[in-house]
């Protein structure tokens, strides 16, 4: 079924024909299979984030908050061998136990 565009008033036939997407027909060569778009592995990738963030802990705001302010005043130091034992820590769970030295 065809839509007259002719018929519609002032502007707006020649806005929406700009305005719509340009959709391959069935008869024409790109709709035949001249290319493929795999979404199944990216659509993967969005559940395990989605449910990584459903399985995560909520955000203290009163605790980040009072980060930002310590950080502001100059009063937050950083531990520098904690940080590097929790990085260790982590890279050896991520490995299964494989990076025990």
Known sequence: MKIETTKL?????????????TVARQDSPAASGGSKVDLSSFAA????????????????????????QAIRDGRFTVDA???????????????GGAARS
């Open 9 to 21: 008033p002032g502007n707006m036939a020649s806005n929406e024909a700009r305005q719509r997407p």
């Open 45 to 68: 990738t969005l559940d395990l984030a989605e449910a990584a963030m459903k399985d995560a802990p909520e955000v203290n705001r009163a605790r980040v908050d009072e980060i930002k």
């Open 81 to 95: 061998e904690k940080v590097a034992d929790s990085l260790i820590s982590s890279v050896r769970t991520m490995l």
